[in-house]
Structures are given as structure tokens and as C-alpha cells.
């Protein structure tokens, strides 16, 4: 009857089963070291199962969970860290250790190291092609140029293989001995010493992880060996041993294979380097260990202590010759582990149905097993890394150990595993020109290293659900676990078949220590970023370790189905693969040659056996594989998008280079129009001065040394022009930044002339605005007028007379100009329109004129003189600038941009004809006949000028802006 049928979990039930690990009150983030993420806290929570069993280790490095992890303090980032529940300290994280590599010599490409340890536990990422750093780069990358990464510990580059052991992997091994589950996982990009970390190197005393965790198990159960009896299977069943069956293989090599391969190498020999360290174990037990290798591959699982089936009837492949070496290796399935082998755990992993198990007696038996299986492991040269692991390799150690006076009780058993995993490294397609085959590799190698992430960022989110759930049902006095399960994602264990047969160390209970490996020399910083990234995201996750049950259940006599079966001549058509591996060539040493290797693979479909228990729902799978199907679209999606986003940047960066090249060019362009000007209209108030003959008869002097330099000479200048220019760039240099230049005659204009008792009174030059002569009395003044008084001084006779231009804010610096620009518009209106008669007013002490006698006509001449400033006003802020007639046109004409891209650029300049520049004059003018005839300025000329007087306004208004 189906009502009365024991309940049996489907395969549904079991992947949306819910790992309970709780996580800890205080968790820290990785934190840009740009933009710091602030740290989030987590609420205590009750824990959702409670642990009946107590770990029997010592927990040497759960000290680690009460310790927020060391991060450098920043303002943003407060941690605040709550008191942890009992319940808590049964759970810890992932464990993440940094592991860097050294740089291994001249022959190897290196850039910049991009890693700096800050302190144990935290490590600065900087991106060597960062900008900021290396000007000459252009980054184009999503990644932060520049992040802090914490972990549980960093190994620099002179941690030693044995201390590397003792702090990573010995807690382990004690774990597993007293009947503790565990699992290590180095992780890193291709060539980051993965692979060097878990199996060693070849000189003496670099032993890896691996084999000195098999000397350290062997070291400590010496002299305490079980019968073997029974042997493990599945994940935590035993059954009776075969003996025949579990007797180790012969671990040399087929020659085939080991000539293909490159290796000539024996397993057997004995290894002298061996780690002496003994654990204390309880010697109330009898422990027996089991050894098996697994790889993953291609998505597909293969048996690494398999026999290789040889099927080429020549031996020794000869490729070039036309061979090839076929060999035939069987792809494994993994299944659910039955709930009958461990009814109090509760498991709800997966094994590795088939998988061939050894017991070995010895570490160095263990260690020629493992090196076999290293031989049948795919080896494969890419451009990154001759010997590349292109598999996720798995060695599987389990620890069974029995009370001594409960020999033959095999529900006394324990069954505890230790797995170490060399994880193959994340491939970049774009340094290691991978193509064909190894592209496909490659996608499937990132595929289950993305699925492992999303995993653990599954993982992570479900159980913050749970801890902040709890902790509000808590408050309110309830606390109803399966509601919060229920809202709980399922984690895609099933979407990669390293996932899946991981998946209960994540779920289940065990510990967890994540190894990163990264070679800070190498030039895949942005690769290196994602694998630290996940290296945080790990440190989230909370594991719970405790022991593995007890058998409880009586054990089936013989051997249990599917422990070692492979897949029948007659199932399902399995589906054929060639590998092409090519061994030799240039630089080798060795003959260049290919071979084919060709893999039966079995689909887990076809190999679906009679010792799966667990009905399987078709809607259910057929779901979850249309889940798979989008969340693989979703990630080629992102990628999309990634590499769009990245060509985008590109061409704007372009986009931007041209632009500002071309704003280069037109600046540079307008600055030597603006020189040219500049000179041009020194050259007309030189011109304008000298037609007028004001410097008719000048006192030559020495040219100084620093006219020589002068931009203003010109050699077509008389000795007048040259004194002037010698003047002028003179006072240039050390009048620049008054206000007004000063004259003998400042001071002494129309104010002086009225009043001649104020005679003496300085005062400082201020144009006067382009004063109409019918105004006034003195405007009136006639050059007969000019002639007779300066008649009468005789030509002996000089003063100084003083024209000045200069800007407004200069000549406002004694009152900067802070009006509005409608204010401006009325102070730039002619002072004409406005007043008649603008009074300058005077604001500067001037030096006394030698002159003081002269001092009518040369108020008057000043007036005149005046004019020629066409001040518009008295606004001081206006330039001298007196263009003749014939040079005026010259200058219109030539005013014409030819920028004709940039149209607003070109109307604007057009108005820059009267630019006002800051230009000093102080001249010194012969005061008499010839001076005063020459200094009639013609109305033709003032009216131009003022004409231009809103051009130069609106120069003036521009200029501002910029
Ligand atoms: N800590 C170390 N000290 C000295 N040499 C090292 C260290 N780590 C790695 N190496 C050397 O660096 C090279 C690459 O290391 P390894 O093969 O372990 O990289 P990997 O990450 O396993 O690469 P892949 O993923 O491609 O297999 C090897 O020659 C190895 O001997």
C-alpha cells in the first residue's frame, strides 16, 4: 500500500534541501580600497538544528570564527560584532588562505607585482595597468583598479611546503581521525602553483599538502591498523570487503600511456621526502584507509585509478606514423547517497557511483597510487602552462576506524572523508590562444568553477534568509524553520558535476578550506581579481563541522551495487570522444608526436543503476533543467553585455583622444593668433604714434640687452620705433599688475587745467572717453592754438606724456569690478552718451613733472592725447588701441578665422578684433612745436574706434568666461 510505503525523499527534496549552517553574528565584505563597502551585520540567530554531536577535535583554528576578520579600519566601514549563541559555535566559515607564488626566474614574462600583503590576514590588489599608475595605459576593465582582499591567513612567497602543511591542512587531517569530514580545494588561475601546493614539487622537502597528509595519517595510526574488514561505501556506508577487489592495482603505469604522456616515472619508487609529524589519536580504535582518485572533466567523471584499457594492438603509439593510441575510459555517474547509510545525518550528497576505492597499508603505497592516478590524469601543455591541469583532480582518503572491542560490529563503524581537490585553474582563453577542443574545455572548466561561486553565493544568501528570519521569529516568540525554508533558492549544486559531487561538505557536515593561489607576477589581474573575489564570497559561507555518524544499520553481506560497476556492453550507447594530446617537439628534448586517446563517456542517464533508491520526478528534472539552461543563458548574456561594454569604452576613449587632439590643435591655433595680434597692434600704436610724429625727434638711446629678445622687434622699425619697443617691453615686464602706469603727466589733465591752484594734486591717468572738442573749452584747443603756447616753451622744452591702457580689473583693482553684466553694459556705454563730460577721478599719486610750466598745454595735449585711449566713457578697462586708417583695414581683413569646423568659435573670434590687452606705454615725448602739431588725433579715427567699442565689450565678456 502505497499509504503505508516508508517516506523515500526524491531528488527534489534533496536539492532544495537547505543547509542549516547559521551564520555567525559579523561578517566582513572585500571593500574596494577606492570605495570601501560598508560591513553588514548579521543578526544572532537560534540555531535551526541542533547539534547532538560535539565535535570530539580540537578546534585548532575555530578561533578564527569568533575573530572578525582583521580588516584596516575605515571610517565606512564599522563592524560591529554581537555576541555569538551556543548554537553558533558549532558552525564556522569557509576557511580562505592566500597562497602567493614566487617568481620563478628570468625566463618567466612578468609585469609589476600587483599584490602587497598589508598585514597577515589582508593583501592590496593594484592593477599595474591602471592609469593612475602607469600613465602610458589605457585600462579598459569593469574590475576596481585597486581593492583590499582579507583572508584567514596569507602565505608570502617564502612559506615553506611543511609550514604551509601544519597551519592549512594538518587541522584536517586530525579532523578526519577523529571521524571528521573535510574538504580542501585550491583554487587560482593557471599557472598560479595549485598544483604545486596539493601534490609538491620535484626537489626535496616540497612535498605537497597531499602526500604529506598521507604520511601524517600513517604516521599516527601506526601500530593501530583495523582488519579491514569491512570497507566504505557510498558516502557513509560500509559493507563487507572484497578482499580481491580492494587489493591495491599494480601502480606501474601501462608504458603506453606513460610514453604518451611524457612521464617516465615510477610510482613505485620510494619517496624520501616524508613528513615526520604524528598526530595523538585514540588508541582505543582501530583504523583502516581507503584511497581513490577521481578527476573531472569535460563535465564528465572519470576514475583515475581505473585501468587504462588499451586498445592499440602496436603498443607504444606511433601518431606520426598514422596511429594512434586508443585508449578507453569510462565516464562515472554520480547518485544520491541512500538515506539507509546514514539515517541520523540526514546526508543529501552525492557519490560517485563506480568509483574504484584501495585500502593502503602504507603513506608510500598511498603516494605511488596517487602518482598513477597523476599519470592518467589529463596533462595537457597550453601556452600558460606546459602542464596545465585542464581536470578538477579529487583524491578521496577515508578514515574508517572501529572500537576495539567492537571489532566485528560494523554499526560501530565510523566513516569520516577527507577530500583534496586540485581544482583545474580558470583558463584565459585570450592569453593561452586556446582554441577547438580546448575552448570547449575551457567553457566547461569556467562553467563549474561559475557554478561552484553561484553555489556559494546560494549558499550565503539562503542562509542570511534564514539567520534574519529566525531572528525576527524569534523576537516575536515564534520560530517555525520550515516556513523559512520554504522561501529558500535552491542551490545549483546539480549544474556541474564538480558541484555535485562536492556538494555535501557545503550541506552536510565537515569543514571547509578554500586554498587561493595567485601569481602576482602574472598578467591576469583582472582574473586574479574574480578569483579573490570568490575566495570572499567563500569566507561567507558557514559549514558546520561535526563527526561523522556511527553506523547504526545493520550492513548488507557482499558487495553493495554500484560500488564498483562499471557501465555494461549493453547500456545505453555511450558517447565517443577523441583527444588529441601532442607530447615533444622544439625545445623538449623529445621527438614531437600526437596521439588520440579516445574516451568512452557514459552519461549518467545511461548509467543509471539499480542502486539509485531515489524516484526521480521527470517534471521535476525536466525543470530544473530548463533552470540550468536559463541561468547558462543569463551568464552568456552578462558576458555579452560584459564585451560590449568593454568595446564602447574603447571607442569612446578613442572618440575622446581625437577630440581633445583637435581642441589642441585649436587652441594652440588661437594662441598664436592672439600673439600675432598682439604684435600687430603694438605695431600700430608704435606706426600711429610715429605718423603722427610724436617721436619726431626722440633721444636715442642704448638698446638693452633684453630687447633683443623682444617678440615686438621688428627689423623694419626705425630708431624711434625701437626706443619705443625697448619702453614698452620694459615696462611691460615691471608695470604688469598696476592699475595705472604713472607719467609726469598723470595727474595734470582737464582737472588741473580748470583749477590751477590743484595743480599739484596727483592723481592717476584714466582715459577719458572719446570726448567730443565742441564740448568743452579745452576740447576746443586748435592745433594753432597748440602751436602758439607750445611756441612759447620753445622746442628745448619736454615732458613726459603717458598713455596708458590696461583691463578693467586692473584699472578696477583698486576697485575690482563685481558689477552684473548689465552693469557692465552700461559701464562699457560711451561716456559720451552719458555724460558729457566724464571727470576722471584721480586715484594714484604720479610723480611730479619736471615740466610744470608747460602745464596748460600739456593738460591740453594730454586731452588730446586722451582721445586717442577711446576710452568710451573713462572706462578703464579698455586698451589703447589706435589702428590708422590704412592698417586698420589690413587688420579687419586678416581678422578672419579659418577654423571653419567650429562656426561659434569663428563668430567669436571674429569679434576679437579689439581685444583688450593689458599694454603699457609710458613714453617720453618731446613737449613744443613739432609735438603739439603732430598730436591731432582725426575724428575718423575716434569714431572707428568707438564704433568698435561694443566689440570690444563683448570680447571683453568672453574673455571673462574663459
Ligand atoms: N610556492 C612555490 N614555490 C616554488 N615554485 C612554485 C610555487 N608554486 C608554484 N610553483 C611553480 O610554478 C609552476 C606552476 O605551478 P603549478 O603547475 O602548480 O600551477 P597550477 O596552478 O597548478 O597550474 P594549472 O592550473 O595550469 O595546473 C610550477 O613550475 C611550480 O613548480
Known sequence: MSSTKPKVPTRASTRTKTPTAVPPTTRTTRAAASKPVATTTTPPLPATKKSTRKPLVSKDNATEVAVAPTKPASKSNVTRKIPRSDEDADREPIMAYLRIRPHLGEDEPSSAPYLSPLSDTSVRMTDPHDPHSNPSRFRVSTIAPSSIYTFSHIFPTQTSQSEFFTKTTLPLVRDVLQGQNGLLFAYGVTNSGKTYTVQGGAHAGSAGILPRSLDVLFNSIEGLHGTGKYRPVRLQGVELADKTDSAPPPVAPEPALAEVLGQHMDPSASDTDIDPTVLKVDRNYEYTIWLSYAEVYNEKVYDLLDNVQDNSTGGIPRSNSGKSLLLTRKALSLKPSPVSDSPDAGINGKYISGLRQFRVHSASQAKALVK????????????????????????????????????????????????????????????????????????????????????????????????????????????????????????????????????????????????????????????????????????????????????????????????????????????????????GGPGSGRKASEAVLEVLEVDEGDAAESDDDEPINPLVDALFDEVEELRMQLFESEMRCAIIEADVREEVMREMELRMASMEKMYARRLMNEVQQNEMKTDAKIDMLHQSGLFGSPVKRPKPPSAAASDISEEEEDDVETSLVDDLTSEDESEQGRSLSLSPLAGKGKAQARSPAKQETPRAYIPDPPMLPSDSEDAELTESELESEDGAEGEGDAASVGISATTGSEAESDGEYTGTEDEEEEDWAPAAAKTPRAKPTPQRVASPSPASRAQPRVSKLERGMSHLTLGGGGDPDDSVIILPVKKFRARQESSEYEDQAEPGIVKKKKRCVLHPIPVFLRLTLPVGRQLAKKTVVTEEQIERAAAKQDSSKNVRRMTGRL
Open 372 to 583: 598513477l592516478g597523476q599519470l592518467h590524469r589529463r596533462v595537457f601543455g597550453t601556452l600558460a602552462n606546459r602542464e596545465s591541469s585542464r581536470s578538477h583532480g579529487m583524491v578521496i582518503l577515508k578514515v574508517v576506524r572501529g572500537h576495539r572491542g567492537e571489532r566485528d560490529d560494523p554499526t560501530a563503524l565510523q566513516i569520516a572523508r577527507l577530500t583534496l581537490v586540485d581544482l583545474a585553474g580558470s583558463e584565459r582563453t585570450k592569453h593561452t590562444q586556446t582554441t577547438g577542443d580546448r575552448l570547449k574545455e575551457a567553457g566547461n572548466i569556467n562553467k563549474s568553477l561559475m557554478v561552484l561561486g553561484q553555489c556559494m553565493e546560494v549558499l550565503r544568501s539562503n542562509q542570511r534568509k534564514v539567520a534574519v528570519s529566525l531572528a525576527q521569529d524569534g523576537l516575536d516568540g515564534r520560530m517555525d524553520t520550515r516556513e523559512v525554508k520554504r522561501g529558500l533558492a535552491v542551490v545549483p549544486f546539480r549544474h556541474s558535476k564538480l558541484t555535485e559531487a562536492l556538494m555535501d561538505y557545503f550541506v552536510g557536515d565537515a569543514r571547509a578550506v578554500m586554498i587561493v593561489n595567485v601569481n602576482p607576477y602574472d598578467t591576469g589581474y583582472d582574473e586574479n581579481s574574480h578569483v579573490m573575489k570568490f575566495a570572499a564570497l567563500a569566507r561567507e559561507v558557514y559549514v558546520t563541522p561535526a563527526p561523522a555518524p556511527v553506523q547504526r544499520l545493520p550492513v548488507a553481506a557482499g558487495k553493495a551495487q554500484g560500488t564498483t560497476k562499471r557501465a555494461t556492453p549493453d547500456a545505453p550507447k555511450p558517447y565517443r570522444r577523441k583527444v588529441t594530446i601532442s607530447t
